[in-house]
């Protein structure tokens, strides 16, 4: 049984990743092919991947979450919007010096003004005047990952979003998809690789730290996933041809993988809180395509799970030695289920 501890790691902080590559293929890839390493260029994913294998992209696009603002009383706030309930209602996190309360009115960006509603867990409900999509697009600011050091520029909202982006809904990028250009997926589709997606709009818990070393204790985020029949089949047809189902990201593994509680994959939409942990068994991802995670993440313990507690371990010494770079903007790995 692991707890908390067992996933902490020591990294430089130089090696914490705080701006993109010119090109998003030109990141490095780490290959963990059993206990062997393997360093090499992200590009060269196409020479690990046979025709029928099937890629699995999450289509979310990240909103521009973040908004500065003035309460009635002249206080300023800070809003993160973290879900899109309908068209002119969100969940939002709120930092202000005193906590709004329930019909107050706060102005964001300098350009409308919002109603505060009932508090739901950790967030608030906020109405806005008009469409969300409209006025989240129009005057919301990019959210980055606390770990990056400046606020989003033009290049960043180039770049923190993939290349395949359709759904908005997400407030953090499914950042392997972000190694991916339409250069590199000509060539993935060339060779007769496969993609299907799926949509799962990351949220701002992505980033919380596991605070109980008791693994059990943890209250895992909840995110929204929706998988289509069309995903399904081709996750079917490439179990049956016996080739690959590969996950881009951790967050299009998580979709599958709640989609797939049955035994059998399933299309639909949902929540989900699934907790992966050293131990679970993989029900549909063969093989993962991911970026470095933070110490002590859920999303480190996920990885430590489909390929080994110990193949990640070594896995992360090698790539400190190896001076990769970390995290969101970082370089990629390329791992497979532990058999």
């Known amino acids: 049984m692991y707890s908390l501890s067992d996933f902490d790691f020591d990294l430089p902080p130089e090696l914490i990743a705080q701006t993109p590559l010119a090109e998003r293929s030109a990141s490095r890839l780490l290959h963990v092919d059993g206990e062997q390493q393997h360093d090499r260029a992200f590009a060269e994913i196409v020479d690990l991947l046979q025709a029928g294998d ?24 800070e809003v993160m919007v973290e879900r899109v309930i309908d068209a002119r209602n969100v969940h939002a996190q709120i930092r202000a010096s005193k906590s709004p309360t329930a019909g107050m009115k706060i102005r964001l960006a300098d350009a409308f003004d919002v109603v505060v509603g009932q508090r739901a867990g950790e967030f608030y409900e906020l109405q806005f005047p008009d469409d969300v999509f409209e006025l989240i697009e129009a005057h919301g600011r990019l959210p980055l990952p606390p ?36 250069a590199l997926l000509a060539k993935l589709k060339a060779k007769g690789v496969r993609f299907a997606y799926v949509t799962l709009h990351v949220g701002a818990g992505t980033f919380q730290p596991v605070r109980s070393e008791n693994l059990a204790e943890h209250n895992m985020h909840s995110e929204w996933y929706t998988i289509a029949q069309e995903t399904v089949d081709a996750v ?71 390929a080994g507690y110990d193949t990640i371990r070594a896995a992360y010494a090698h790539a400190i030695a190896q001076r990769y770079r970390f995290f969101s903007y970082g370089d990629a790995m390329f791992l497979t289920t532990k058999r």
């Open 54 to 77: 099937l890629l699995v992209f999450n289509d979310t696009r990240v909103l521009k979450a973040r908004f500065f603002g003035v309460k009635e009383t002249g206080g300023k706030v």
């Open 147 to 182: 770990y990056i050091e400046h606020d989003a520029d033009a290049f960043d909202e180039t770049r923190y979003q993939t290349v395949y982006a359709k759904n908005p809904g997400a407030v953090a990028a499914p950042t392997a998809g972000l190694h991916f250009d339409d």
């Open 236 to 306: 079917q047809a490439a179990q049956a041809a016996g080739r690959d189902v590969i996950a881009v990201g951790t967050t299009s593994l998580r979709a599958l993988e709640s989609a797939s509680q049955s035994g059998v994959l399933q299309a639909g939409s949902a929540d989900t809180r699934l907790f992966i942990t050293p131990g679970y068994t993989f029900k549909t991802v063969s093989r993962l395509i991911t970026n470095f995670h933070l110490p002590k993440s859920t999303l480190l313990m996920l990885v430590s799970a489909l």
